[in-house]
């Protein structure tokens, strides 16, 4: 039973939004997903860090185990049922591993296990996806790029995720004859989805270093021309935070010429898709980046690798981007700015302790499992 400050604490918590800090003990329900591969290992590394936060800080975690993808097919033969989604929809925040792999991929389009992630978005109403992008001082060395380029790199991608090129209509193939076709997609903003998700960008951005980057191709589509306008609109609410354009041309090549002039960059679906992975790529690793996908009432918390069938069941995956996903749920959640702080920290530590899974390993480092590094992680966060 809660008690009345305890229901009017957990309904405030349910609209804490990008931006708002709480204050308080949390009382929170969440919808845990699995998945397959090595989605339930790093899943459970993922739970033992929020339980470790739970501990220290006082705030209490529950979780509901929810099947999904190739697990929901096997037990139920689709791979997100009414029952997963209705679960989903009445917690407070859903955290998701990974789902698919080969035992599946004969299925059809409708029946395939990544079918849950999408009917999941939608369903959910998540407009705004964020992939931080931040280089670890421990694993500089690990990029592709160099050191002196990276260092500080700290950005947050916000590519908007249900309306653009991939949704728009018409779309399909018209026969030209003689084997010739024309194929139509239809690149469509409306006012409201651009401005939702540029809003969530200059929030997210005064919780940062308070700029923003909108990145559009606002010189040749006219699509891109009323995301700027927008853009500029909604930034006149937000005095305090600098709002700079930059051609979606350009922003690929700043990423890697000068990603340190970034914080938060806030872009329409297909650009974004592309940059996010780009700036995902200065720092690494796959099993390093979280991701966090808002919009509706719940928000849904993943790391961006897949269920890595390869590996599964050895040991050998690395929990951390599961982990930092449930850092990204700890502050758009539930406002727990702090909290995420203490998680983010405890990685960075641990890291530089040299501690590595397979994936991040370099000479001289100690090479340790999925478990023992959310142990580390779990250790550093307690003894904080
Ligand atoms: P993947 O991300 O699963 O794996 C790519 C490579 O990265 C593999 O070599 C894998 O071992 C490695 N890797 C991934 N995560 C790792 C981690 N945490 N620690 C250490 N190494 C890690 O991508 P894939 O191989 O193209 O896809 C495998 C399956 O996952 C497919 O069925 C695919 O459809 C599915 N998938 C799911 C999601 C999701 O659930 N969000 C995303 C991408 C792919």
Known sequence: MKT?????????????????????????????????????EVMQEGLKILEAVGERYGHRFKFNRVMVGGASIDAHGAPLTDEALAACRKSDAVYLAAVGGPKWDNLGPE??????????????????????AKVEPALIEASTLKPEALKGVDILVIRELTGGLYFGRPRGREPLGEG????????????????????????????????????????VLESSRLW??????????????????????????????????????VTENMFGDILSDEAAMLTGSLGMQPSASLGGKVAMYEPSHGSAPDIAGQGKANPLATILSGA?????????????????????????????????????????????????????????
């Not at 029946?111 to 931080?132: M, T, W």
């Not at 239809?186 to 923003?212: D, G, M, N, S």
């Open 180 to 219: 010739q076709f024309r194929a139509v997609d239809t690149l469509i903003y409306t006012t409201e989805e651009i401005q939702r998700v540029v809003k969530t960008a200059f929030e997210a951005a005064r919780k940062r270093r308070k700029k923003v980057t909108s990145i559009d191709k606002a010189n």
């Open 328 to 384: 990204m749920m700890l502050r758009y959640s539930f406002g727990l700015e702090s909290e995420a702080q203490a998680v983010e920290a405890a990685v960075e530590r641990v890291l530089a302790r040299g501690y590595r899974t397979a994936d991040i390993a370099q000479p001289g480092t100690i090479q340790v499992s999925t478990r023992e590094m959310g142990d580390q992680v779990r250790q550093e966060i307690l003894e904080a």
């Open 111 to 132: 029946r395939r296990p990544e079918k849950a992630l999408l009917g999941l978005r939608k369903a959910l109403g998540l407009y705004a996806n964020l992939r931080p």
């Open 4 to 40: 009345a400050g305890e229901k009017a604490a957990a309904s405030e918590k349910k609209t804490v939004a990008a931006g708002r800090s709480q204050t308080g003990p949390v009382d929170a329900a969440i919808a845990v997903l699995p998945g397959d591969g090595i989605g339930p």
């Open 228 to 265: 700027r306008e927008i853009a500029t609109e909604v930034g006149k609410s937000y005095p305090d935070v600098a709002l700079e354009h930059m051609l979606v041309d350009n922003a690929a090549m700043q990423l890697i010429r000068n990603p340190r002039q970034f914080d938060v960059i």
